[in-house]
T-cell receptor, first 117, second 116 residues
Framework: AQSVTQLGSHVSVSEGALVLLRCNYS??????LFWYVQYPNQGLQLLLK????ATLVKGINGFEAEFKKSETSFHLTKPSAHMSDAAEYFC???????????????WGAGTKLIIKP | GAVVSQHPSRVICKSGTSVKIECRSL??????MFWYRQFPKQSLMLMAT?????????EQGVEKDKFLINHASLTLSTLTVTSAHPEDSSFYIC????????????FGPGTRLTVT
């Protein structure tokens, strides 16, 4: 079965420091990979995605992620954290389910990013 | 493009009543729509998948008679929580896909349901 693992349910960094949120996936085929951000009491916002092509993907708010097939990873980074980055971050893989003839998103458990002043 | 709306954003209802949540794709035709439930401090849990004009496919453990899903058109899906109870209180999120990129889902802003 396909799965997504996000290391660390909580990550705390100082304002201005590097942000690194880890995501590993299991997939037998080239994956479609996504990072979403969720602010308190709000819906999901797409940060960035990898579908094909360049393995380093740039997203909104200064975030980027690199698809590393050999490591089955899609870690999210930002060079300098800002207080407004405090939120929950979800990694997801889009997988095709032949029984349903549909793609479904397989979700990581989420990582809460805490920014220390 | 690819905007999905949900209505209402918040709803409070009394125990035993039913409540309907609408999910609309505003600027595209949605091949498939999905309904998720999110408990506090948890990830999204897929409840059901629906294709226009077809019966919804429910995930294991989701009561079909309690969570009625109707996907009447290519831009509208509804989730009706019947005979709601306090344990149904949750954040419900819908998403939709387009035919040309079925691997990507576009999410609505969510609906906060509180059952008193």
């Amino acid at each position: 079965a396909q799965s997504v693992t996000q290391l660390g349910s909580h990550v705390s960094v100082s304002e201005g420091a590097l942000v690194l949120l880890r995501c590993n996936y299991s997939s037998s085929v080239p994956p479609y990979l996504f990072w979403y951000v969720q602010y308190p009491n709000q819906g999901l916002q797409l940060l960035l995605k990898y579908t094909t092509g360049a393995t380093l993907v740039k997203g909104i708010n200064g975030f980027e992620a690199e698809f590393k097939k050999s490591e089955t990873s899609f870690h999210l980074t930002k060079p300098s954290a800002h207080m407004s980055d405090a939120a929950e971050y979800f990694c997801a893989v889009s997988a095709y389910f032949t029984m349903d003839s549909n793609y479904q998103l397989i979700w990581g458990a989420g990582t809460k990013l805490i920014i220390k002043p | 493009g690819a905007v999905v709306s949900q209505h209402p954003s918040r709803v409070i209802c009394k125990s035993g009543t039913s409540v309907k949540i609408e999910c609309r794709s505003l600027d595209f035709q949605a091949t498939t729509m999905f309904w998720y439930r999110q408990f506090p401090k948890q990830s999204l849990m897929l409840m059901a998948t629906s294709n226009e004009g077809s019966k919804a496919t429910y995930e294991q453990g989701v009561e079909k008679d309690k969570f009625l899903i109707n996907h009447a058109s290519l831009t509208l899906s509804t989730l009706t929580v019947t005979s709601a109870h306090p344990e149904d209180s949750s954040f419900y999120i819908c998403s939709a896909t387009r035919e040309r990129a079925r691997y990507e889902q576009y999410f609505g802003p969510g609906t906060r349901l509180t059952v008193t």
